[in-house]
């Protein structure tokens, strides 16, 4: 699939600073009470799809050992800490990639005046990876959000306790089961279940409440209860502002844009399988040039951007969302750090991610798409 991946050469003279890509070698803080799950190997695969593909278009891309092999995805990719942060600067990296989840507080910030960055703010993601925040940031900007509220064992400031609740309390909130339960911190679709009735909400809530990983609790004490929308599902990915290229012509745009939406399907008890457990070429496909002048999808492709205006990103987001029962689109999750896997290195062929997806959509391959993005940021600063 990715003979294309040799045809995208970068000038020497038109090349960025070198290039190192960082996994997450760090694991979240805990904050609010929960650790957000770290993915197993730490987006390794996706970063190691991400620099060799960089080093196919003629980019400088610096790596741990001197021949990476393209099947070992730990030659292509440093550590998020201190020390590999330090290993890939004195390697000659001047540009790095956060593939990785980035907080306060982490190594990345003591050298963001020394490099650039590929990546959102640290403090960006550490605010909007709440699930609750975001919600209700985006509702207080306008934005349609899927009705929603906080729900933990006993009620407190700002939460309905489950051990109380009754339908009368979540319809003057606009909830009607069927309901989605979910982390306010999660990764995936880890511990979001959709639930039908009272009874069952309660003893999921509880289930997931008591949930214990690493000697802590899993999900934290407080859950987010969404309305279910049982309408088309959307992925939208919104670009940063920035000095893209788009249809050969530079564009130096100030304000967010977005790549063409993919429709999910084949959900699993209404909720969309983990990219690791189904290929995402398995339930997901863009939307095609006539579907997209649909107004219904020129309005959500607005509000996305409109959200991530808001929320000042500086690199890719995915936002998904579905349709309510007039059609409407509503926004019910937003992701500061999506999957950026892409094929190229040998036996990937199928590992697209959502974001990859888009991008081919509207004329980019994987190479094309991460080249893009390392340019713009290096003309950035």
């Known amino acids: 699939m990715e003979t294309e991946t040799h045809r995208e050469r970068i000038p020497p003279d038109e090349a960025p600073a070198p290039v190192a890509v960082l996994f997450q070698a ?10 957000k799950p770290t993915k197993p190997g730490g987006y390794a695969d996706s970063g190691a799809d991400i620099a060799y593909a960089l080093r196919e278009a003629g980019c400088p891309v610096v790596t741990p050992v001197a021949n990476p ?3 070992v995805q730990e030659d292509w990719v440093f550590g998020d800490d201190a020390a590999g942060i330090a290993a890939a600067r004195a390697a000659g990296a001047r540009m790095l990639w956060a593939n990785t989840v980035l907080f306060t507080g982490h190594p ?5 005046k020394d490099v650039w960055v590929v990546g959102q703010e640290p403090r960006t993601v550490e605010t909007f990876d709440d699930k609750g925040v975001t919600n209700a940031t985006l509702r207080r900007a306008g934005c349609p959000v899927a ?4 729900v ?15 339908a009368a309390d979540l319809e003057a909130r606009g909830l009607r089961f069927p309901l989605m339960l979910k982390p306010l911190r999660g990764r995936g679709s880890q511990g979001v279940v959709r639930v039908r009735g009272l009874a069952e909400l309660q003893e999921v809530a509880r289930r997931l409440l008591a949930a214990r990983e690493d000697g802590g609790p ?19 990915t919104v670009m940063p502002p920035g000095a893209f290229e788009r249809e050969g012509v530079p564009d130096g745009g100030l304000s967010p ?15 969309a399988p983990y990219c690791g457990e189904v290929a995402v070429l398995d339930n997901s496909e863009p939307l095609s040039p006539s579907a997209r002048r649909e107004p219904r999808v020129q309005a959500l492709v607005a509000e996305c951007v409109r959200a991530a205006r808001v929320l000042d990103v500086a690199a890719p987001i995915r936002i998904d969302c579905r349709s309510d029962e007039l059609g409407t689109f509503q926004l019910f999750d937003l992701n500061l750090k999506p999957n950026m896997n892409g094929p190229g290195r040998p036996g990937r062929e199928r590992e697209d991610s959502l974001v990859a997806l888009s991008a081919r959509a509207f004329g980019w391959s994987f190479t094309q798409l991460v080249v893009q993005l390392t340019r713009q940021a290096w003309r950035r600063r």
Do not use: K, N
């Open 26 to 35: 760090l694991p979240a803080p805990v904050i609010d009470g929960v650790r």
């Open 69 to 71: 092999d393209p099947r």
């Open 108 to 112: 990345l910030e003591a050298v963001l």
């Open 147 to 150: 009705a929603s509220v906080l």
């Open 152 to 166: 933990s064992a006993c009620a407190a400031p700002g939460r309905l306790g489950v051990d109380r609740l009754a």
């Open 218 to 236: 899993r999900f934290g004490d407080t859950l987010l209860l969404e309305q279910y929308l049982d309408g088309e599902e959307l992925t939208v």
């Open 257 to 271: 844009w977005c790549l063409p939406p993919v429709r999910r399907f084949h959900h699993q008890d209404g909720v």
